[in-house]
């Protein structure tokens, strides 16, 4: 990717800042798996059955989400900030008042979120798929893992960088190098009546085929990004949960 160019800044706000790139889809983090041994109890297999699914989750996330976070010239490495925000600052007075509800610009604000919504870092509210684990990540980038590791669901924002669709046509230049990316779309769409971007695809990670899914648009000087990727052979269950989600997503 090009380097980045200058961005608007956000206004203050006591949120975690928002990493300076508009996030696109690919590449699992190289952490081999943990090797389980023979379980004393079942409390202590569950516990190395559960290490393990981490284990190649994180691998599979680092083929799959840095190639959207390529697009950045300053990432951040660091991890397990968790979300703490409900109040922004007044620029005027210096004090907190009640973050507005959510909104999307051009439509009227909702009456509220649905419920099990919960905020992340005071830039967007879902609902999160249930039994999932949960791992917060810099910035305004949270993941959520199947038991089984077969699925992950990723929630992203970050400040807005122009075309999104250019932006992840570049960017497939260089995912297509991977093994076994092939892609099933990448093209302009809606979601809820505003331009977004869809990019899906196949690809190979950690010697194991992933479908990837990811939805992007821009709102309110801001990238939203919501990603999925999973076993092709687990589709008809892995598809709905992250359809499920996408239906809650809530720019802030």
Known sequence: MPPPTSTPELPPTTAPALPDDAELP???????????????????????LAAT??????AVAAVVV???????????DKHGRSDRTSASVSPSTGAPVPTPGPTVAGTSRPPGLPP????????????PPEGFSREV??????????????QEIVGKASLARGDLLEQWRKKERSTAEGPG???????????RGRPAVVWEYTVIAQELPWHVRSLGFDAGGKSYQLTT??????????????EKVEKTFTPL
Not at 66 to 75: E, I, L, Q, T, V
Not at 181 to 191: G, H, K, M, Q, V
């Open 66 to 76: 840095p190639a959207m976070n390529d697009a950045s010239g300053d990432k951040d």
């Open 137 to 150: 990540h810099a910035g305004a980038e949270v993941h959520y893992t199947s038991p089984d590791a077969r």
């Open 229 to 242: 990727w999973y076993h092709p052979d687990i589709e008809d269950r892995a598809r709905p949960v992250y």
């Open 53 to 58: 699914a981490l284990a190649v989750t994180a």
């Open 181 to 191: 990316y092939e892609r099933i779309r990448l093209a302009e769409t809606e979601f």
């Open 26 to 48: 690919t590449r699992p983090r190289p952490a081999p798996p943990a090797a389980p041994r023979p379980p004393r109890r079942d409390h202590r297999r569950a516990g190395l």
């Open 116 to 127: 099990g919504a919960r905020t992340e870092a005071g830039v967007f509210a879902w609902v």
